[in-house]
């Protein structure tokens, strides 16, 4: 429980700033892999609104993090003691303008690409099927089937902690590598401008289709996870060496090394996130010994 909780009329002076109050939220129902304890959650309905928000948040002293679409995130079985901020999605999250469109961070990834494509922009057909938020693919430069989010950035809105204010960046300013980017842990992203290639309807749903199909047959998708736990290291790949390793199918308690595809770690059974980073540290540990490779987490990790 964060320390705001204790605050009188908490809930009435978040509502004066346009979010809204939900304490001790089980915050497992807010993450794909369906882990983690309680948090006070703050969701902002109006990203415009954010700086007012982050000065109450800043005169009081209190720590934050920002959940997007908690589709790469494990958070601890104890809950968090920060507040947990969400923007909301909102009404004009997608505009377009000639090849250029600017896109809400609380917009959902699947769903703008295949808007795009209605708008006969490509480009971004291998993005479709990655679960989660717009802010969220940037924050962590998703990407599948040779696409990245970075490729097709033009500009990123962007409420910076450290100058207090609103900026506007070039794609070189975040620092985007593969999954990483270089924003600060204190920035709130809020919407992205991006370039996309001309391309008729019909032919990007085509290759949306192809993406999904690959997807499908090679990732468990309908069970819940955080997808690919570890990055792969330069000239490997992770689900593969853990593979080779037999480690498919290995379980503790809930958790289990997906028999699909062994990067990823399925909750099959009321899993907790200790059952998960169990299986983690015991995958890392086997990797080490065999292949002499420190394997790097993909999936961002919340604790206390
Ligand atoms: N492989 C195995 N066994 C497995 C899994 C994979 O042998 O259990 C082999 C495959 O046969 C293939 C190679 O490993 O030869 C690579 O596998 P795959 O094509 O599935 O790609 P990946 O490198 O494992 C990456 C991304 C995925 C993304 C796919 C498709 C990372 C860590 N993973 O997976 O991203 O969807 O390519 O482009 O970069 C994610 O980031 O959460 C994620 C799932």
Known sequence: MSFLAAETGIAEQMAALGAQWVPAEPLSAHTSPGVGGPGDLVRLHDRRRLPELMEYFSRHGVSWRLLGGGTNLLIADEGLDDVVLQLMREPDGLKFEGNRVEVAAAANLGTTVTEC??????????????????????WMNAGAYGTQIA?????????????????????EDARFEYRHSGFAADDVLLSVSLE??????????????????KRRASQPISEKSAGCIFKNPPGHSAGQMIDELGLKGTRVGGAVISERHANFIVNRDQATAADIFKLMDLIRERVRKAYQVELEEEVIVWRK
């Open 151 to 171: 490729d097709v950035v033009r500009t990123v809105t962007l409420y910076r902690g450290a100058s207090g204010r609103v900026e506007v960046w070039r794609p």
């Open 196 to 213: 996309l290639p001309e391309r008729p309807y019909a032919e990007v749903l085509e290759k949306i289709k192809e993406c999904n199909q």
């Open 117 to 138: 494509a209605k708008h006969n922009l490509g480009g971004v057909a291998g993005l479709a099927g990655i679960p989660g938020t717009v802010g969220g693919a940037l």
